[in-house]
């Protein structure tokens, strides 16, 4: 079995892959840029670059490059030239993923031309508010005090904030039961980081639901509005202090 190229590797490989990356495409005349992996409807993969441009990725001698990627992940990815189209277009010698996918935000502007030009669907379902929350009790008893730190992450900005409504929104995320068959395609507004854990919730409080790696759960009103109380203050302590 080929082992995939796609894969997640250690902060310091991939810093080694960095350098590595950038004195290749010197000596070659190539690109080197990091960006969000989008998997299209059609099967075709799609870097979301810094700029929030999507450009579609190719390699027709080595497709398996593009294996084990999903929509959020982080990449980095050595390129030739870009050829100026909607989306663009590049062809790619080299991809690393450099983070698991966590949902990161894409912008909605690239996510709506896309669904306009039909790269991906708008979603045809809908969200329903759970009637009762979905949770169990934890697997470690709550070892935490009020110093806990809770991070929102808002169009690529971290807002934290420590006490009441960080322990309460913690509480909420580690009893919160997911379901890996609820996954849908539909993109989390923000993130939410605990410190229980490296990898971040996406949250979408507009269609009551949050996501992880282990699946989704639908909201109640109850939850959804225990994570706004937590937000606002998130945000608004960030604006005080600035």
């Given at each position: 079995m080929k082992k995939k190229l796609a894969t997640v590797i250690p902060i310091a490989f991939v810093a080694l892959a960095v350098l590595a990356a950038v004195f290749y495409a010197n000596a070659k005349s190539l690109s080197v840029s990091k960006g969000i992996c989008l998997v299209a409807d059609n099967g075709s993969y799609l870097m979301i670059d810094e700029n929030g441009s999507p450009i579609q990725m190719s390699n027709s001698d080595r497709t398996e490059i593009f294996d084990g990627l999903k929509t959020g992940d982080e990449i980095l990815v050595l390129h030739d030239g870009i050829m100026e189209s909607y989306p663009a277009r590049t062809g790619v010698y080299y991809l690393v993923k450099t983070g698991e996918g966590k949902e990161k935000q894409i912008p909605q502007a690239t996510v709506d031309?896309?669904?306009?030009?039909?790269w991906i669907q708008k979603p045809t379902h809908e969200h329903?508010?759970?009637?009762?929350?979905?949770?169990?009790?934890?697997?470690?008893?709550?070892?935490?005090?009020?110093?806990t730190v809770t991070t929102f992450i808002i169009h690529g900005a971290e807002f934290s904030i420590m006490y009441g409504n960080s322990v309460a929104v913690t509480d909420m995320l580690r009893t919160i039961v997911f379901d890996p068959q609820k996954l849908c395609k539909c993109l989390p507004e923000f993130e939410i980081?605990?410190?229980?854990?490296?990898?971040?919730?996406?949250v979408n409080l507009s269609q009551g639901y949050v996501r992880c790696s282990e699946g989704q759960a639908e909201l109640t009103q109850?939850?959804?509005?225990?994570?706004?109380?937590?937000?606002?203050?998130?945000?608004?302590?960030c604006m005080f202090l600035d």
């Open positions: 031309s896309l669904v306009e030009l039909g329903q508010l759970a009637e009762e929350a979905q949770v169990s009790e934890p697997e470690e008893p709550n070892v935490y005090c009020g110093n980081r605990t410190e229980f854990g490296d990898e971040a919730y996406g109850e939850q959804i509005e225990i994570i706004e109380k937590a937000r606002d203050e998130a945000v608004s302590q």
